[in-house]
Nanobody
Framework: QVQLVESGGGSVQAGGSLRLSCAAS????????MGWFRQAPGKARERVAA????????YYADSVKGRFTLSRDTTENTLYLQMNSLKPEDTAMYHC????????????????WGQGTLVTFSS
C-alpha cells in the first residue's frame, strides 16, 4: 500500500516562493507517474505538474510553466514542487498524486492521493 504525505504549504506574499514535498512510502515500484494537483475554492481540481518516472518526461500546466519546477529525490522517495513567483491565483489546496501508467490530465485517473497541503496568500 503506497501512502503519500505532503508538506510545505503555507502563506506567502505575491512573488514569494514555496517548496512542497511529497513523501512516498510503501512499494512505489509500479507508480510510474507522480505529480501535483491543486484545487482552488469553487474550482475543479487541475493538474499542475507530473513526471513519468519511466522516461523522466515532465509536464506542466501552462499557468505555471517557467515558475514551478518538479523534481524527484529517488533516495528519499520524495517528490518536490518548487514554486517561484507565486501569484494570488496559485492559492489552492495542493495534492500529491500517483498512478500506474501514463501521466493523464484527469485527476479521476489517479488512484493514489495525499491529504493535501494548503497554499494561501497574505497581503
Amino acid at each position: 500500500q503506497v501512502q503519500l504525505v505532503e508538506s510545505g504549504g503555507g502563506s506567502v506574499q505575491a512573488g514569494g516562493s514555496l517548496r512542497l514535498s511529497c513523501a512516498a512510502s510503501g512499494d512505489t515500484s509500479s507508480t510510474y507517474c507522480m505529480g501535483w494537483f491543486r484545487q482552488a475554492p469553487g474550482k475543479a481540481r487541475e493538474r499542475v505538474a507530473a513526471r513519468d518516472n519511466r522516461d523522466g518526461n515532465t509536464y506542466y500546466a501552462d499557468s505555471v510553466k517557467g515558475r514551478f519546477t518538479l523534481s524527484r529525490d529517488t533516495t528519499e522517495n520524495t517528490l518536490y514542487l518548487q514554486m517561484n513567483s507565486l501569484k494570488p491565483e496559485d492559492t489552492a489546496m495542493y495534492h500529491c498524486a500517483g498512478r500506474t501508467g501514463t501521466c493523464f490530465l484527469s485527476p479521476d485517473l489517479y488512484n493514489l492521493w495525499g491529504q493535501g497541503t494548503l497554499v494561501t496568500f497574505s497581503s
